[in-house]
């Protein structure tokens, strides 16, 4: 035997005994579409990421990998995955994704939307649990929900009785959106920026511009976010970010000031900018944080409820024998008077005819993105530390293996199963679960049927002459949130003989 054999052959085995040592030891991640270089997977995802993820799932399984650039994104599509994901894993993948917009908004995460896990996020998500959203803090809160619910009421009524517009189709997102905006406004910083005749004040304007100067920002995206070392060539444009917050900064300081000297002379203490600013000591809240809160209940809260009652009217409008079952019980227990959040135990429909809308039309249909905070398994697959991963809730909700005629708008199926919808069961998840779960969730949940009780008891409500339930637009714009493509336009016709049923009587608090 040749000697110089020897050594190459030893060097052959050095070499399979490493492959197979780096094969042993490379993440045996999820199957997904084959990536491009350096790009990933981005210019093959089509604009409506959730119904695209929900697609190739189909091809692919029900955990896939999704390549942002040079960034593992793992979108699971499964109740059964979203329980790994939300439950057995939650403190593993309770971190957050923030792009670089994000950070600079949030400062970092020093609000609750954008924190980390860890003992900041612990300690505000326990001034939002004990404090903010407590039972007792959101009774003392109805009376605004139900005042400007009943101001829609009354400006629908309005419009569509004057004789020009009888029988004309209303566009229903106007109407939601004066409701949801003030009603957040009011929650949160204790004033009503919209006068019942639809006229913005100053302070209110100046609100409005600043919250779509945000989401403008906020929108813009560039291969820099996803390929790191790219991030020179797209640089951020810090100038305007910095302008935004300062922008923003003065105007909640300013309601703060307000709100203090407001204090001082009344020791009230009712709205949530007032009970942070008398928490401050307690929790040791700095004053990024007080501001960051305030506008994450602005930004989950507004646009969220809109989307919901939207989407929910819009199914109603198409489903007309859902629509009169729902107001045959109203008619039942509600009667010739004005509905209460004190109704609802006594309206079971009405409350499965919520739980349909955010099963087919969940507000966040991907939730927010989570982050691996170390190495972890999900569906017998290596996700490694640093992974984005995503829970497609709409695909979830409409997962024919999970529901029974899955795309049909039947609210009939919750009297059948009891479903929780606020994070205990993995089937419908609007306000997501886990140490992320929206705590929001019981009031998003009260304002939403307290809107859809009202359109309904109020108006019966029809499409437009000519347009058939199989006309309405039902596709989503993209983005985070799922507004409608088309607005919904419908018709109201008053249906309670008792005109008196249809003033707002306001409340100041």
């Given at each position: 035997m040749d000697l110089a054999v020897i050594?190459?052959?030893?060097?052959?085995?050095?070499?399979?005994?490493?492959?197979?040592?780096?094969?042993?030891?490379?993440?045996?991640?999820?199957?997904?579409p084959r990536p491009r270089l350096l790009v990933g997977n981005l210019y093959d995802i089509k604009p409506v990421r959730f119904r695209c993820f929900a697609e190739w799932a189909e091809t692919y399984g029900p955990i896939i990998s999704v390549w942002f650039g040079s960034m593992?994104?793992?979108?699971?599509?499964?109740?059964?995955?979203?329980?790994?994901?939300?439950?057995?894993?939650?403190?593993?993948?309770?971190?957050?994704?923030?792009t670089r917009s994000a950070a600079r908004f949030s400062r970092d995460g020093k609000d609750l939307i954008w924190a980390d896990y860890g003992p900041h996020y612990v300690t505000v998500r326990k001034v939002c649990n004990l404090e903010l959203f407590?039972?007792?803090?959101?009774?003392?809160?109805?009376?605004?929900?139900?005042?400007?619910?009943?101001?829609?009421?009354?400006?629908?009524?309005?419009?569509c009785t004057l004789p020009e517009k009888g029988?004309?189709?209303?566009?229903?997102?106007?109407?939601?959106?004066?409701?949801?905006?003030?009603?957040?406004?009011?929650?949160?910083?204790?004033?009503?920026?919209?006068?019942?005749?639809?006229?913005?004040?100053?302070?209110?304007?100046?609100?409005?511009?600043?919250?779509?100067?945000?989401?403008?920002?906020?929108a813009i995206l560039s291969l820099g976010e996803y390929v790191p070392w790219l991030r020179w060539m797209y640089p951020l444009d810090e100038g305007a970010i910095a302008k935004h917050n300062a922008r923003r900064d003065r105007l909640t300081k300013a309601i703060m000031a307000e709100h203090t000297r407001a204090r001082s002379q009344s020791g009230a203490?009712?709205?949530?900018?007032?009970?942070?600013?008398?928490?401050?000591?307690?929790?040791?809240?700095?004053?990024?944080?007080?501001?960051?809160?305030?506008?994450?209940?602005?930004?989950?809260?507004?646009?969220?409820?809109?989307?919901?009652?939207?989407?929910?009217?819009?199914?109603?409008?198409?489903?007309?024998?859902?629509q009169k079952k729902a107001q045959e019980e109203l008619d039942r227990?509600?009667?010739?008077?004005?509905?209460?959040?004190?109704?609802?135990?006594?309206?079971?429909?009405?409350?499965?005819?919520?739980?349909?809308?955010?099963?087919?039309?969940?507000p966040t249909p991907l939730m927010l993105p989570h982050k691996a905070s170390t190495d972890v398994k999900l569906g017998g697959y290596d996700i490694p530390k640093g992974s984005i991963v995503h829970v497609n809730v709409w695909a979830i909700g409409r997962d024919p293996k999970v529901w029974k005629e899955p795309l049909e708008f039947r609210p009939e199926r919750f009297?059948?199963?009891?479903?929780?919808?606020?994070?205990?069961?993995?089937?419908?998840?609007?306000?997501?679960?886990?140490?992320?779960?929206?705590?929001?969730?019981?009031?998003?949940?009260?304002?939403?049927?307290?809107?859809?009780?009202?359109l309904l008891h109020h108006f019966s409500w029809d499409l437009p002459e000519g347009v058939k339930p199989e006309d309405v637009d039902m596709t989503e714009n993209p983005g985070m949130i799922t507004f409608m493509h088309t607005p919904l336009q419908a018709v109201a016709t008053p249906r309670l003989a008792n005109p008196g049923l249809y003033k707002r009587v306001p409340v100041e608090m």
């Open positions: 050594p190459i052959a030893i060097s052959l085995l050095a070499i399979v005994t490493a492959l197979v040592a780096y094969l042993r030891r490379r993440p045996r991640l999820p199957p997904g593992l994104n793992v979108v699971v599509s499964s109740s059964e995955l979203a329980r790994e994901v939300l439950k057995d894993n939650d403190q593993q993948l309770a971190d957050r994704f923030r407590a039972p007792k803090r959101l009774e003392g809160l109805r009376p605004i929900r139900e005042d400007e619910v009943t101001a829609m009421v009354e400006s629908i009524f309005r419009d029988g004309k189709s209303l566009l229903v997102r106007n109407y939601l959106s004066g409701v949801a905006f003030n009603n957040i406004t009011r929650l949160a910083f204790g004033k009503r920026f919209v006068n019942s005749e639809g006229v913005v004040d100053e302070q209110g304007m100046e609100f409005k511009a600043i919250g779509a100067n945000g989401i403008k920002l906020g203490k009712q709205h949530f900018v007032d009970a942070l600013l008398t928490l401050q000591d307690k929790y040791d809240l700095s004053e990024d944080t007080i501001m960051g809160l305030l506008w994450d209940m602005i930004t989950a809260g507004m646009d969220t409820t809109v989307i919901t009652v939207e989407w929910a009217m819009a199914e109603l409008v198409k489903n007309q024998r859902v227990v509600v009667g010739d008077r004005i509905m209460t959040e004190a109704d609802f135990p006594n309206l079971p429909y009405l409350n499965c005819v919520v739980k349909e809308a955010f099963r087919l039309h969940p009297q059948e199963e009891d479903v929780d919808i606020k994070g205990h069961d993995f089937r419908v998840l609007p306000f997501g679960a886990g140490r992320r779960v929206c705590p929001g969730a019981q009031l998003g949940i009260n304002l939403v049927a307290s809107m859809i009780g009202h």
